[in-house]
Protein backbone atom coordinates (compact mmCIF):
# COMPACT_ATOMS: atom_id res chain seq x y z
CA UNK A 1 0.00 0.00 0.00
CA UNK A 2 1.39 3.19 -0.98
CA UNK A 3 2.13 5.05 1.69
CA UNK A 4 -0.24 8.79 2.71
CA UNK A 5 1.92 11.98 2.38
CA UNK A 6 2.03 13.50 5.90
CA UNK A 7 0.70 16.74 5.12
CA UNK A 8 -2.66 14.91 3.53
CA UNK A 9 -2.91 13.53 6.99
CA UNK A 10 -2.59 16.63 8.98
CA UNK A 11 -5.12 17.97 6.89
CA UNK A 12 -7.71 15.23 7.55
CA UNK A 13 -7.04 16.15 11.18
CA UNK A 14 -7.89 19.42 10.74
CA UNK A 15 -10.81 18.67 8.61
CA UNK A 16 -12.22 16.29 11.82
CA UNK A 17 -11.32 18.55 14.35
CA UNK A 18 -13.39 21.63 12.28
CA UNK A 19 -16.50 18.70 11.66
CA UNK A 20 -16.19 18.01 15.65
CA UNK A 21 -16.61 22.18 16.36
CA UNK A 22 -18.74 22.72 14.08
CA UNK A 23 -21.43 20.03 15.10
CA UNK A 24 -20.74 20.76 19.03
CA UNK A 25 -22.20 23.72 18.34
CA UNK A 26 -24.80 23.09 16.23
CA UNK A 27 -26.01 21.06 19.44
CA UNK A 28 -25.67 24.10 21.58
CA UNK A 29 -28.74 26.28 22.54
CA UNK A 30 -28.97 30.02 22.60
CA UNK A 31 -29.28 31.54 25.96
CA UNK A 32 -33.71 31.66 26.70
CA UNK A 33 -33.94 34.36 29.10
CA UNK A 34 -32.02 36.38 27.20
CA UNK A 35 -32.96 38.75 24.36
CA UNK A 36 -29.99 41.33 23.34
CA UNK A 37 -31.50 42.97 20.05
CA UNK A 38 -34.44 42.79 18.07
CA UNK A 39 -38.00 42.99 18.35
CA UNK A 40 -40.19 40.68 20.39
CA UNK A 41 -43.93 40.06 18.29
CA UNK A 42 -46.51 38.11 20.26
CA UNK A 43 -48.71 37.94 17.42
CA UNK A 44 -52.16 35.98 17.01
CA UNK A 45 -53.74 36.52 20.28
CA UNK A 46 -50.95 35.45 21.86
CA UNK A 47 -50.68 37.03 25.87
CA UNK A 48 -47.67 37.30 28.27
CA UNK A 49 -48.43 36.43 32.05
CA UNK A 50 -45.25 37.19 34.20
CA UNK A 51 -45.89 35.70 37.82
CA UNK A 52 -44.31 36.12 41.50
CA UNK A 53 -42.62 33.09 43.05
CA UNK A 54 -45.95 32.96 44.80
CA UNK A 55 -48.34 32.77 41.93
CA UNK A 56 -49.33 35.68 42.00
CA UNK A 57 -49.77 37.55 38.58
CA UNK A 58 -48.05 40.73 38.26
CA UNK A 59 -47.73 41.82 34.62
CA UNK A 60 -50.40 40.20 31.74
CA UNK A 61 -50.32 41.48 28.24
CA UNK A 62 -53.29 40.14 26.18
CA UNK A 63 -57.34 39.15 25.71
CA UNK A 64 -59.19 40.00 29.00
CA UNK A 65 -62.02 38.25 29.85
CA UNK A 66 -64.35 40.67 28.11
CA UNK A 67 -62.49 40.17 24.79
CA UNK A 68 -60.70 43.16 24.23
CA UNK A 69 -56.95 43.10 24.24
CA UNK A 70 -54.58 45.55 26.87
CA UNK A 71 -52.30 45.27 29.75
CA UNK A 72 -52.69 44.58 33.64
CA UNK A 73 -50.22 45.04 36.08
CA UNK A 74 -50.69 43.62 39.77
CA UNK A 75 -48.74 43.98 43.17
CA UNK A 76 -47.01 40.81 44.11
CA UNK A 77 -48.72 40.49 47.34
CA UNK A 78 -51.51 39.46 45.97
CA UNK A 79 -53.99 42.49 47.02
CA UNK A 80 -54.82 42.81 43.62
CA UNK A 81 -54.20 44.91 40.19
CA UNK A 82 -52.62 48.05 40.33
CA UNK A 83 -53.07 49.41 36.87
CA UNK A 84 -55.01 48.13 34.02
CA UNK A 85 -55.33 49.56 30.92
CA UNK A 86 -58.45 48.45 28.31
CA UNK A 87 -59.71 46.02 30.77
CA UNK A 88 -62.73 47.88 31.31
CA UNK A 89 -66.57 46.42 29.76
CA UNK A 90 -66.99 47.08 26.16
CA UNK A 91 -69.92 49.47 26.85
CA UNK A 92 -67.23 52.49 27.19
CA UNK A 93 -64.23 53.12 24.85
CA UNK A 94 -60.85 51.50 27.28
CA UNK A 95 -59.57 53.46 30.11
CA UNK A 96 -56.31 53.66 31.54
CA UNK A 97 -57.45 52.83 35.60
CA UNK A 98 -55.42 53.06 38.78
CA UNK A 99 -56.70 50.44 42.29
CA UNK A 100 -56.34 50.71 45.62
CA UNK A 101 -54.76 47.50 47.22
CA UNK A 102 -57.39 45.52 47.57
CA UNK A 103 -59.97 47.76 45.77
CA UNK A 104 -60.61 46.16 42.14
CA UNK A 105 -62.52 46.40 40.06
CA UNK A 106 -63.90 49.67 41.94
CA UNK A 107 -60.63 52.66 40.26
CA UNK A 108 -59.46 55.87 42.28
CA UNK A 109 -58.35 56.98 39.32
CA UNK A 110 -59.67 56.70 35.82
CA UNK A 111 -60.24 58.28 32.13
CA UNK A 112 -63.66 59.59 31.00
CA UNK A 113 -64.88 56.40 29.14
CA UNK A 114 -67.60 58.53 27.42
CA UNK A 115 -66.66 62.12 27.19
CA UNK A 116 -62.79 61.55 25.63
CA UNK A 117 -60.03 64.12 27.02
CA UNK A 118 -62.01 63.87 30.44
CA UNK A 119 -61.17 62.95 34.12
CA UNK A 120 -63.68 60.49 35.16
CA UNK A 121 -61.77 59.51 38.92
CA UNK A 122 -61.32 61.20 41.30
CA UNK A 123 -64.18 63.29 41.71
CA UNK A 124 -63.16 66.91 42.61
CA UNK A 125 -65.73 68.99 44.38
CA UNK A 126 -65.53 72.52 43.48
CA UNK A 127 -65.30 75.11 46.37
CA UNK A 128 -67.81 77.65 47.67
CA UNK A 129 -67.73 80.78 49.52
CA UNK A 130 -71.63 82.02 50.21
CA UNK A 131 -72.58 83.45 53.36
CA UNK A 132 -75.47 83.46 56.03
CA UNK A 133 -77.00 85.55 58.32
CA UNK A 134 -77.89 83.97 61.71
CA UNK A 135 -79.43 86.10 64.54
CA UNK A 136 -81.88 82.62 66.64
CA UNK A 137 -80.63 81.68 69.80
CA UNK A 138 -80.93 78.10 68.54
CA UNK A 139 -78.55 75.97 66.20
CA UNK A 140 -79.85 76.86 62.61
CA UNK A 141 -78.65 75.10 59.75
CA UNK A 142 -76.29 77.31 57.52
CA UNK A 143 -74.62 75.20 54.59
CA UNK A 144 -75.56 72.14 53.62
CA UNK A 145 -74.34 69.66 51.03
CA UNK A 146 -74.29 65.96 50.02
CA UNK A 147 -70.79 64.72 49.62
CA UNK A 148 -70.20 61.16 47.54
CA UNK A 149 -66.71 59.80 50.00
CA UNK A 150 -64.27 59.27 47.85
CA UNK A 151 -61.22 60.63 50.10
CA UNK A 152 -60.03 59.76 53.32
CA UNK A 153 -59.88 63.07 54.64
CA UNK A 154 -61.81 66.23 54.83
CA UNK A 155 -60.64 69.54 54.24
CA UNK A 156 -62.75 72.30 55.85
CA UNK A 157 -62.06 76.00 55.82
CA UNK A 158 -64.81 78.15 57.42
CA UNK A 159 -65.56 81.13 59.59
CA UNK A 160 -68.37 82.44 61.76
CA UNK A 161 -68.57 86.40 62.60
CA UNK A 162 -69.98 87.96 65.35
CA UNK A 163 -70.22 92.18 65.78
CA UNK A 164 -69.45 94.12 68.57
CA UNK A 165 -71.63 92.91 71.68
CA UNK A 166 -72.61 89.82 69.87
CA UNK A 167 -71.38 86.64 70.99
CA UNK A 168 -71.79 83.43 68.27
CA UNK A 169 -70.93 80.15 67.64
CA UNK A 170 -70.42 77.64 64.60
CA UNK A 171 -69.93 73.96 64.19
CA UNK A 172 -69.33 71.48 61.19
CA UNK A 173 -72.27 68.30 61.31
CA UNK A 174 -72.11 65.35 59.50
CA UNK A 175 -75.72 63.21 59.02
CA UNK A 176 -75.48 59.72 57.88
CA UNK A 177 -77.42 56.96 58.28
CA UNK A 178 -80.08 59.09 60.71
CA UNK A 179 -77.26 60.37 62.67
CA UNK A 180 -76.02 63.34 63.80
CA UNK A 181 -72.32 63.99 64.64
CA UNK A 182 -70.23 67.00 65.11
CA UNK A 183 -67.05 66.72 64.01
CA UNK A 184 -64.33 68.82 65.29
CA UNK A 185 -64.55 72.09 67.45
CA UNK A 186 -67.32 74.23 67.81
CA UNK A 187 -66.02 77.81 66.94
CA UNK A 188 -66.85 81.21 68.64
CA UNK A 189 -66.65 84.64 67.93
CA UNK A 190 -66.96 88.13 69.45
CA UNK A 191 -66.84 90.98 67.71
CA UNK A 192 -64.74 89.94 64.98
CA UNK A 193 -64.41 87.19 62.87
CA UNK A 194 -63.10 83.30 64.00
CA UNK A 195 -61.68 80.96 60.85
CA UNK A 196 -61.22 77.82 61.43
CA UNK A 197 -59.05 75.30 59.08
CA UNK A 198 -60.05 71.45 59.67
CA UNK A 199 -59.13 68.21 58.79
CA UNK A 200 -61.70 65.26 59.25
CA UNK A 201 -60.17 61.86 58.97
CA UNK A 202 -62.10 58.25 59.15
CA UNK A 203 -61.56 58.47 62.94
CA UNK A 204 -64.13 61.51 62.92
CA UNK A 205 -66.48 60.82 60.29
CA UNK A 206 -66.31 56.93 59.77
CA UNK A 207 -67.00 57.07 55.87
CA UNK A 208 -65.77 54.22 53.97
CA UNK A 209 -64.65 55.12 49.81
CA UNK A 210 -68.62 55.36 48.58
CA UNK A 211 -71.00 56.32 51.39
CA UNK A 212 -72.84 59.46 50.68
CA UNK A 213 -73.62 61.26 53.55
CA UNK A 214 -74.93 65.03 54.36
CA UNK A 215 -72.25 68.27 55.79
CA UNK A 216 -73.92 70.92 57.46
CA UNK A 217 -72.59 74.14 59.21
CA UNK A 218 -75.00 75.25 62.10
CA UNK A 219 -74.44 78.53 63.85
CA UNK A 220 -76.16 80.15 66.40
CA UNK A 221 -75.89 83.64 68.30
CA UNK A 222 -75.54 83.17 71.74
CA UNK A 223 -75.12 86.65 73.62
CA UNK A 224 -76.25 90.53 72.15
CA UNK A 225 -78.65 91.31 69.57
CA UNK A 226 -76.52 91.93 66.30
CA UNK A 227 -76.40 89.46 63.22
CA UNK A 228 -73.71 87.06 62.77
CA UNK A 229 -72.41 85.49 59.48
CA UNK A 230 -71.35 81.93 58.81
CA UNK A 231 -69.41 81.59 55.83
CA UNK A 232 -67.62 78.62 53.94
CA UNK A 233 -64.32 79.11 52.12
CA UNK A 234 -64.57 75.96 51.24
CA UNK A 235 -64.51 71.64 51.43
CA UNK A 236 -61.99 69.17 49.84
CA UNK A 237 -61.54 65.81 50.01
CA UNK A 238 -58.29 65.10 50.31
CA UNK A 239 -55.11 62.07 51.37
CA UNK A 240 -54.14 61.53 54.33
CA UNK A 241 -50.90 62.77 55.14
CA UNK A 242 -49.32 60.48 57.47
CA UNK A 243 -50.03 57.03 59.09
CA UNK A 244 -52.02 58.46 62.14
CA UNK A 245 -54.96 60.45 60.16
CA UNK A 246 -55.31 57.20 57.99
CA UNK A 247 -56.74 55.13 61.31
CA UNK A 248 -60.29 54.15 61.41
CA UNK A 249 -61.64 54.52 64.36
Not at 5 to 16: G, V
Not at 106 to 113: A, F, K, R, T, Y
Not at 207 to 222: E, V, Y
Not at 230 to 240: D, E, R, V
Request: aromatic share 6%; proline share 5%; glycine share 12%.
Amino acid sequence: MAAVPLDLLDRIRALERQVRELAGRAQTRPAMNRITHGAVVIGEGGSLDVRAPGGAQVLGVGQFATGRYGVSMAREDGTGVALEVGGNDTTAAQMVRLFARGGYPSPIVMDDGYADGYLGRPWVPIPLAPSAAVTAADWTTTHAGTIWTQHAVLAAQWSIYAPAGTTAEARLMLKHGGNLTQLDDTITATGKETFTSQRITPSAHGLSRGDTATLLIQARRTAGTGTAVAWCQGMWGSNTANPKEATYR
